[in-house]
């Protein structure tokens, strides 16, 4: 809970693993900010170079505005718990910090949501920019388009960045932690969008998006890895846009279905054959809820029916040279 004195304060929450350069970067976009008060919890994983140096210095240049944590490495989405638990701020930002903000930012989407009390995210446009700031892209997703709803959007993509919204903290303690697993960001806000969270848009461009190898993203990583995360994320996804009374009409749920039976084709590849089972199941339970479910059980049975002749791996390699409609 906030107390009577950070009632406006805006907690921005920034992970870093061995980035002294980039995250030099990312704290200065936010001490740039128009908008006070603010606080900067910087979460340092684990880092194994100078970074730890950099952070200290970072903290006692700005003692008042500043603070570091440490842990054992634990990935972005721990790092951001531990920043969540220990923010004191109304609202809350999150930013990785090879990315950065606007200066207009929070003083953009705090006016925002002190305009639209029924709201309890505002967000703004992104920008997708290269290693150096020149722009390659803007809007960055789908960041320029007004939705009321994270759902049935999401259902889809994640059609944002983390640096893109900003979150009353009360709808930050009500979804709940971090996940351990990915895509964490997501999970988190299909939480948000469970509980019937609105948006509002705030109307300016807001923030930046670094352009660079995924690999360099500390969302990344192996890619049997991410599909045994997937593999947990997806029911849970389900579940959130259940919630969410997502009608059974929309369009999306069709995006959902395929997704899952994608999935289990890859993790049958890869040997995870329970995994795998657990989607195709999930696949059947989307498809129930369909009105015109036909074409996607038409490949679920075809990839059934490839299984019983050729075994798990067998059938998902087959069934990966030719991609879903």
């Given at each position: 809970?906030?107390?009577a004195a950070?009632?406006e304060?805006?907690?921005?929450i920034?992970?870093v693993?061995n980035?002294p350069?980039?995250?030099l970067?990312a704290v200065h976009?936010?001490l740039?900010?128009?908008y006070?008060?603010?606080?900067i919890?910087?979460?340092?994983d684990?880092?194994t170079d100078q970074?730890?140096?950099?952070?200290?210095e970072?903290?006692?240049?700005?003692?008042?505005?500043?603070?570091?944590?440490?842990?054992?490495n634990?990935?972005p989405?721990?790092?951001?718990e531990r920043g969540r638990?220990a923010?004191?701020?109304a609202?809350?930002?999150?930013?990785?910090?090879?990315d950065?903000?606007?200066?207009?930012k929070?003083?953009?989407?705090?006016?925002a949501l002190?305009?639209?009390p029924?709201?309890s995210?505002a967000?703004?446009?992104a920008?997708?920019?290269?290693a150096?700031g020149s722009?390659?892209a803007?809007p960055?997703r789908?960041?320029?388009?007004h939705h009321a709803?994270?759902?049935?959007?999401?259902?889809v993509?994640?059609w944002?960045?983390?640096?893109?919204?900003l979150?009353r903290?009360?709808?930050?303690?009500a979804?709940g932690?971090?996940?351990?697993?990915?895509?964490?960001?997501?999970?988190?806000?299909?939480r948000?969008?469970a509980?019937?969270?609105r948006?509002v848009?705030?109307g300016?461009?807001v923030s930046c998006?670094?352009?660079?190898?995924?690999?360099?993203?500390?969302s990344?990583g192996p890619?049997?890895?991410?599909l045994?995360?997937?593999?947990?994320f997806?029911?849970r996804l389900?579940?959130?846009?259940?919630l969410?009374?997502v009608p059974?009409a929309?369009?999306?749920?069709?995006h959902l279905?395929?997704w899952c039976?994608l999935?289990?084709?890859?993790?049958?590849?890869l040997?995870?054959v329970?995994?795998g089972?657990?989607?195709?199941?999930l696949?059947?339970?989307?498809?129930a809820g369909?009105?015109?479910?036909?074409?996607?059980e038409r490949q679920?049975q075809?990839y059934r029916?490839l299984r019983?002749?050729?075994g798990?791996s067998?059938?998902?390699?087959?069934a990966?040279?030719?991609?879903p409609?």
């Open positions: 809970m906030t107390s950070n009632h304060l805006v907690s921005t920034i992970p693993f980035r350069e980039m995250v970067h976009s936010v740039q900010q128009t006070r008060p603010l606080e919890l910087l979460v340092d684990g880092s970074t730890p140096q950099v952070l200290a970072l903290q006692r240049s700005h003692p008042n505005e500043i603070r570091v944590l440490r842990q054992a634990a990935g989405g721990a790092a951001r638990l923010a004191r701020g609202y809350i930002q999150y930013l990785d910090s090879d950065w903000l606007l200066p207009n929070f003083t953009d989407q705090v006016g002190r305009a639209s029924e709201c995210i967000y703004g446009t920008r997708l920019v290269a150096d722009l390659l803007e960055s789908r960041t320029a388009e709803q994270l759902f049935p959007l999401l259902l993509e994640r944002w960045h983390t640096h893109t919204p979150f903290r009360s709808i930050s303690d979804a932690p971090w996940p351990l697993f990915r895509p964490e960001d997501w999970d988190l806000e299909a948000m969008g509980l019937g969270a948006l848009h705030c300016s461009t998006q670094r352009d660079h190898d995924l690999g360099a993203r500390v990344r890619e049997r890895d991410y045994l995360d997937e593999a947990r997806l029911p389900f579940a959130c846009a259940l969410a009374e059974p929309a369009e999306q749920w069709d279905a395929r039976l999935r289990a084709r890859q993790l049958h590849a040997g995870a329970p995994e089972d657990r989607l195709l199941a696949a059947r339970q989307v498809t369909l009105p015109d479910p036909r074409q996607v679920q075809v029916l019983l002749g050729l798990a067998g059938a998902a390699r087959l990966a040279t030719v991609s409609a």
